[in-house]
Antibody, heavy 119, light 110 residues
Framework: EVQLLESGGVLVQPGGSLRLSCAVS????????MTWVRQAPGKGLEWVAT????????YYADSVKGRFSISRDNSKNTLYLQMISLRAEDTGLYYC????????????WGQGTLVTVSS | NFMLTQPHSVSESPGKTVTISCTRS????????VQWYQQRPGGAPTIVIY?????PSGVPDRFSGSIDRSSNSASLTISGLKIEDEADYYC?????????FGGGTKLTVL
């Protein structure tokens, strides 16, 4: 059974930093690209960042480029999202999700971890 | 980058059929596959349609997807509506190395 479990979400001040983690199980991580998607309170889904199967390729939404960094450690079955210079508009529920084999869709999702950026 | 536009909300009675549209702002709707996700209140999204009209295992055949080139849009149709279908539905597509979600449609079954 595929499982994704996010952690690391907390209350942080504007300008602060945070690292989210996503522990995966039930599949071979090195065979799938992985992504982070966020959802502001009461709002829709927003793609944030994607990392390729080996970790060598990364892609970012314009809204987070230069501030967020996605990475993975396949030996630890874990995906990461390092966030710096956090803003109020970064507040939301952060989901990790597995890409389908052709990268077009997200076939499994975690339950999310809540990041709140506020003073 | 393109945008995907969905109606904010739709409502229908149990047993009826509802269709949710998703219009691509630029580029052809057939350039890249469209997916649909269901998000029940308090829950994580789950995929209900992938590659325009394919259903993952476990998704009932009451859910179907289609593409209309003339309107540059995709549609999700749910037939035989059940109370449990009440949720937010999001379309999603991609272009090169960018993945885009529609704004979401709240389906009310009343």
């Amino acid at each position: 059974e595929v499982q994704l479990l996010e952690s690391g979400g907390v209350l942080v001040q504007p300008g602060g930093s945070l690292r989210l983690s996503c522990a995966v199980s039930g599949f071979t991580p090195s065979s799938f690209a992985m992504t982070w998607v966020r959802q502001a309170p009461g709002k829709g889904l927003e793609w944030v960042a994607t990392v390729g199967e080996s970790g060598a390729s990364t892609y970012y939404a314009d809204s987070v480029k230069g501030r967020f960094s996605i990475s993975r450690d396949n030996s630890k079955n874990t995906l990461y999202l390092q966030m710096i210079s956090l803003r109020a508009e970064d507040t939301g529920l952060y989901y990790c999700a597995r890409h389908s084999s052709n990268w077009g869709s997200f076939d499994f999702w975690g339950q999310g971890t809540l990041v709140t950026v506020s003073s | 980058n393109f945008m995907l536009t969905q109606p904010h909300s739709v409502s229908e009675s149990p047993g009826k059929t509802v269709t949710i549209s998703c219009t691509r702002s630029s580029g052809s709707i057939v350039s890249n596959f469209v997916q649909w996700y269901q998000q029940r209140p308090g829950g994580a999204p789950t995929i209900v349609i992938y590659e325009d009209n394919e259903r993952p295992s476990g998704v009932p055949d009451r859910f179907s997807g289609s593409i209309d080139r003339s309107s540059n849009s995709a549609s999700l149709t749910i037939s035989g509506l059940k109370i449990e279908d009440e949720a937010d539905y999001y379309c999603q597509s991609y272009d090169s190395i960018t993945w885009v979600f529609g704004g979401g449609t709240k389906l009310t079954v009343l």
